[in-house]
Nanobody, 127 residues
Framework: QLQLVESGGGLVQPGGSLRLSCATSGFGRTLATYTIGWFRQAPGKEREGVSCISASGGLVNYADSVKDRFTISRDNSKDTVYLQMNSLKPEDTAVYYC??????????????????WGQGTQVTVSS
């Protein structure tokens, strides 16, 4: 069982930055052998795949809506995956989730391919 915990969410002004972290809870497996994806869900909208990173970190993919603004990375020595979010917009407001899978990091980040989920962290972009 892979148990994931997100952190780093909060309130930020448009144009600002946040860095989200996804770590294991300390119980269960390490995330080092998993593809990790980031997803978000705004009120009244479907969950959207934002980005993913392969277990080695050598392959990453991004949704078009965040490309060139968000950067995903991982530090397997710290058992943590990060999502650096820059140039934030009000439409980035959502609950952000990280999730793990043994499948590949594919260009279209689909929630149906992920088996283990964190509880989410709120990101609010507002002036």
């Amino acid at each position: 069982q892979l148990q994931l915990v997100e952190s780093g969410g909060g309130l930020v002004q448009p144009g600002g930055s946040l860095r989200l972290s996804c770590a294991t809870s300390g119980f269960g497996r390490t995330l080092a052998t998993y593809t990790i994806g980031w997803f978000r869900q705004a009120p009244g909208k479907e969950r959207e795949g934002v980005s993913c990173i392969s277990a080695s970190g050598g392959l990453v993919n991004y949704a078009d809506s965040v490309k060139d603004r968000f950067t995903i990375s991982r530090d397997n020595s710290k058992d943590t995956v990060y999502l650096q979010m820059n140039s934030l917009k009000p439409e980035d407001t959502a609950v952000y989730y990280c999730a793990g899978t043994m499948d590949y990091c594919t260009p279209y980040v689909s929630s149906s391919e992920y088996d283990y989920w964190g509880q989410g962290t709120q990101v609010t972009v507002s002036s």
